[in-house]
């Protein structure tokens, strides 16, 4: 079964590029850039990715990104993953990046685009992949940022496929960011956005009233409130679901106890993605692999799982003809 997951086309929609940064690339680029990690080795890293919760990881990933600071950074930190990615049967990558997180360290934003638009196009000539770019804004801080950041991405319009919203959910409610993400719309940029993590069930709904978002990132939460499975089911609206981190982070306990079959049994269009798998003990085949050995499911449920995703990303009719 594991060697027909791998060969299983599989389309990957909530990744955070910056999340993608193993360490030994960490390691390799604070040498390049002359900067202090306050780890003695790849294993004393590894040690410290034992999370007790979202923020505890994302201070974590917040220090880790620091290494990157040049275009090229960008470039090796991508083509990493696509490298990774292609190996495991991965067609299509939806890559989000946080700018805020590196313009607070003085990386401007060209760095990061073009250095990420650089290894798309790489990945799309070396493996044949198809790539999408995703500008995520973070709702731990100010939504005014959040609105310069927007205007000042304008040079990059047409290569900004979606733009997001990540980082601490609980306090930060979808509405925080209602005009960030009306002028998105506006610009006729796509929304996507967390909700329902760690934040409650509420929050997706939110999102979807507040937001106008095409897809909810993770959505866990939402079995909590009947209403709105009913409204997930009937509009088909996609969650992207990341079952090793929600594990990690401790949203569930366990693979086991994870809601992935009532969501299918209740309709709810799902796809499986990896978001940060250099911290979460996995890329997309260790999410797919995962959930059959957690779930048992057959090759009909994973080749619904997959197509799932092919009908929902940001890919051109002719791509997605390709892969169905
Ligand atoms: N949740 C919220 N924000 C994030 C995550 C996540 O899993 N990964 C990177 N930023
Ligand atoms: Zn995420």
Request: proline share 5%; charged share 25%; glycine share 6%.
């Amino acid at each position: 079964m594991k060697t027909w997951l791998r060969e299983l086309p599989k389309v990957e929609l909530h990744l955070h590029i910056e999340g993608s940064l193993e360490p030994e690339l960490m390691f390799a680029l604070a040498a390049r850039n002359h900067i202090e990690l306050p780890y003695a080795s790849i294993e004393e890293v590894k040690a410290a990715y034992d999370f007790s919760d979202l923020q505890s990881f994302l201070d974590l990933y917040y220090l880790g990104m620091r290494v990157l600071r040049t275009e090229q950074d960008f470039f090796d930190l991508a083509m990493a993953y696509f490298e990774r990615a292609h190996e495991e049967g991965v067609v299509h990558v939806e890559l989000s990046f946080d700018p805020q997180a590196h313009l607070g360290r003085g990386v401007e934003l060209a760095i990061p685009f073009e250095g990420l638009r650089r290894a798309m196009r790489e990945a799309e000539q070396r493996f044949g992949m198809s790539t999408a770019l995703i500008m995520s804004f973070l709702r731990d801080r100010d939504a005014s940022e959040a609105m310069t950041v927007l205007e000042k991405a304008s040079p990059w319009y047409e290569v900004i496929d979606a733009v997001g919203l990540d980082s601490a959910e609980v306090g930060n409610p979808p509405a925080k960011f209602a005009a960030v993400f009306e002028r998105a719309r506006a610009l006729g940029i796509p929304r996507v956005a967390h909700a329902g993590e760690e934040g409650p069930a509420a929050y997706i709904s939110e999102a979807l009233d507040v937001l106008d978002i095409c897809r909810v990132d993770h959505g866990v939460a939402c079995l909590q409130d009947e209403a709105l499975v009913e409204r997930l089911r009937n509009s088909q609206i996609p969650l992207t679901v990341c079952p090793l981190s929600n594990v990690r982070l401790k949203v569930v306990e366990t693979m086991v106890d994870h809601p992935l079959p009532a969501m299918l049994e209740k309709g709810v269009k799902v796809t499986l993605n990896s978001d940060d798998p250099a911290y979460f003990g996995g890329g997309m085949l260790d999410n797919y692999v995962a959930c059959f050995d957690a779930f048992g499911w057959d090759q009909r449920v994973f080749k619904q799982l997959a197509g799932n995703a092919i009908d929902v990303a940001f890919m051109s009719d002719a791509r997605r003809r390709e892969l169905v």
